[in-house]
C-alpha cells in the first residue's frame, strides 16, 4: 500500500512521526497542523500563505509542504492565493457542533424539570448499545444518585434505554447479538420482556423503570425529537427509590413526557413533520391503565440507598 508522507508523517500508520535534528524537545507533527488551523479565525477566514508563515513561525518550506497535504486531505481549501477551512473538516466536525446545541438548548429544560420534580435530571445520547448521559441538573436533596456527564451505560437496563429502543430507528439493530446482562433481579434478560417494555414505551410515550440498573434507583424517561422529526435524543429524571415509588409514575411520567416535548419543540420539532412525538395524549393524561401495566412488569425490591454506584 502506498502512502503519503507529510513532514515526516505518513499517511495510514498510526505512529506520529517527530521533529529530530533540533536541541529542544521532539514535536510532533500534529502541533504544527494545529498551529495552521489556529490561522482561521472569524476575523480573517482566509489567510495567505504568508501570513500562515508568519503566523505559526514555521519554517516557510515545512509550513508550505503541511498546507498542500492539508489541502489534500480536505483539511483546507484554496482560492487562488488565500486558504480557509476545508468543507471536509467541516463535515468532521458537524456531529460534535450538534451534540453541543442540544446541551445548550436543552439545559434550561432540565433545571425546570429538575425543579418541577425535585428529582435529577439528565439528557442521554446513544453511542451503539450504550447511552451516554450529556446534561444533568443536580437534585437538590441531599439523599440523591450520583449522575454526571460522560456517564455510560447499557440501553437494555432502566428507563432511558428503553425509550432509545422504542424511538430511536437504529437502537434495537445496535442491540441485536448483545448480551443482555442481568445487573439486579428486576433487569430484562429475555427478548420477549425487552419487547413488551419498547411497546408499553412507545404506546405510552415514556417508561419507567425500577431497580433495573442498580436496586435501589429508578428513572422515568421520554424521547426529544429535532427540527426534521428525527429523533435526537433521551430527556428523564432519576432517583432514589426510597423517596419514589410506582405510585409516583403517575404524576412524574406526564412531567416528563411534558419537558421532553418543551425540548423537542425548543429543537425546532414541529408535529407538522409527521413524527409521533414525545408528548402523546396517553402521556399528557398519564393513562393509569398503561401505568400498572408496566409497573407491574417491573415490581421489586425497594432496600436503602447505598451511598455509592452507577447511575440508573
Request: glycine share 10%; charged share 25%.
Amino acid at each position: 500500500m502506498s502512502t503519503l508522507r507529510v513532514d515526516g508523517f505518513e499517511k495510514g500508520r498510526p505512529a506520529m512521526a517527530r521533529e529530530t535534528g533540533t536541541a529542544t524537545a521532539p514535536l510532533l507533527v500534529l502541533v504544527k497542523v494545529a498551529a495552521i488551523l489556529s490561522c482561521f479565525t472569524v476575523e480573517d477566514p482566509e489567510p495567505t500563505l504568508q501570513q500562515i508563515i508568519r503566523s505559526t513561525g514555521l519554517p516557510a518550506s515545512t509550513c508550505q509542504r503541511l498546507v498542500q497535504n492539508m489541502v489534500r486531505e480536505g483539511f483546507l481549501d484554496r482560492d487562488g492565493d488565500r486558504y480557509r477551512v476545508g468543507i471536509q473538516l467541516v463535515r468532521w466536525a458537524t456531529p460534535g457542533t450538534i451534540g453541543l446545541d442540544i446541551v445548550r438548548t436543552v439545559r434550561p429544560i432540565l433545571q425546570a424539570l429538575r425543579d418541577e420534580t425535585g428529582e435529577s435530571a439528565c439528557l442521554y445520547i446513544r453511542d451503539g448499545a450504550h447511552r451516554t448521559v450529556v446534561a444533568v441538573a443536580e437534585t437538590r436533596h441531599v439523599v440523591m444518585r450520583p449522575f454526571h456527564v460522560g456517564q455510560v451505560m447499557p440501553i437494555h437496563a432502566g428507563a432511558p434505554g428503553k425509550v432509545f429502543l422504542a424511538f430511536d430507528p437504529g437502537a434495537r439493530s445496535a442491540l441485536d447479538g448483545a448480551e443482555l446482562t442481568k445487573f439486579t433481579a428486576t433487569t430484562p434478560d429475555s427478548w420477549d420482556e425487552l419487547d413488551r417494555q419498547i411497546d408499553l414505551a412507545r404506546s405510552q410515550g415514556y417508561f419507567a423503570a425500577f431497580g433495573e440498573r442498580n436496586a435501589d434507583v429508578g428513572s422515568i424517561s421520554a424521547p426529544v425529537y429535532d427540527y426534521s422529526g428525527e429523533f435526537a435524543a433521551v430527556l428523564g429524571v432519576g432517583f432514589p427509590l426510597e423517596r419514589v415509588s410506582e405510585a409516583d409514575v403517575e404524576r412524574l411520567g406526564p412531567a416528563v413526557a411534558r419537558a421532553a416535548l418543551e425540548a423537542s419543540l425548543a429543537m425546532g420539532y414541529s408535529p407538522a413533520t409527521g413524527a409521533p412525538g414525545p408528548g402523546s395524549a396517553q402521556a399528557a393524561a398519564g393513562t393509569k391503565a398503561d401505568t400498572k401495566k408496566g409497573t407491574r412488569a417491573r415490581r421489586a425490591r425497594v432496600p436503602s440507598l447505598a451511598a455509592e454506584g452507577d447511575a440508573p
